[in-house]
C-alpha cells in the first residue's frame, strides 16, 4: 500500500473523533519531516506512556503531505484483537509491516518509532511522544 494511502485511511479512522489532521500540497516535504524530526529527537528515548502517535506521510506522486496526530486512547480503540492493522484491501503494506502489536506501541520508548523513504521518493515518519 502507497504511504499517502495509509495515513488516508488513518485520516478517515479519525476524523470525526477531534484528532489533528493536516493535509498540504507541497512539491519539498523536507521542512516538515526536518520539523518531525526535531520534535521527536526532543522526547527520544524519555521513559513513560506515550500520549499521542504522530504520522507524517508525503506521496511525491500526490505531492501531498498528510500529517495526523492520534491520542494514544483513539489508538487503543482502533487496535483490534490488539493488532492496528495497516494492510489495504489488496494486502499489501508496502515496506511498513502490515500489523503493528498495541503492545509494542505502549512499551516502545518515546520519540521515532518507524522511518521508511520508499523507492518512488514517499515518505513516512512515525512517532511517539
Known amino acids: 500500500m502507497r504511504p499517502f494511502r495509509l495515513a488516508a485511511i488513518v485520516m478517515a479512522a479519525v476524523l470525526g473523533a477531534g484528532c489533528l489532521v493536516n ?9 516538515a519531516f526536518a520539523k518531525a524530526r526535531a520534535e521527536a529527537a526532543r522526547v527520544q528515548g524519555r521513559p513513560g506512556p506515550a500520549g499521542h502517535v504522530h504520522v507524517l506521510v508525503w506521496d511525491r506522486a500526490e505531492g501531498q503531505l498528510v500529517q495526523v496526530s492520534l491520542p494514544m486512547w483513539i489508538v487503543r480503540k482502533a487496535a483490534k484483537d490488539g493488532d492496528l492493522d495497516l494492510d489495504d484491501a489488496s494486502g499489501t503494506a508496502g515496506k511498513v509491516r502490515p500489523h503493528l502489536k498495541l503492545d509494542e506501541i505502549q512499551k516502545a520508548p518515546l520519540g521515532t518509532l518507524v522511518e521508511v523513504e520508499e523507492e518512488d521518493g514517499a515518505q513516512v515518519l512515525v512517532w511517539l511522544s
Open 23 to 31: 493535509i498540504e500540497k507541497t512539491a519539498d516535504p523536507g521542512p
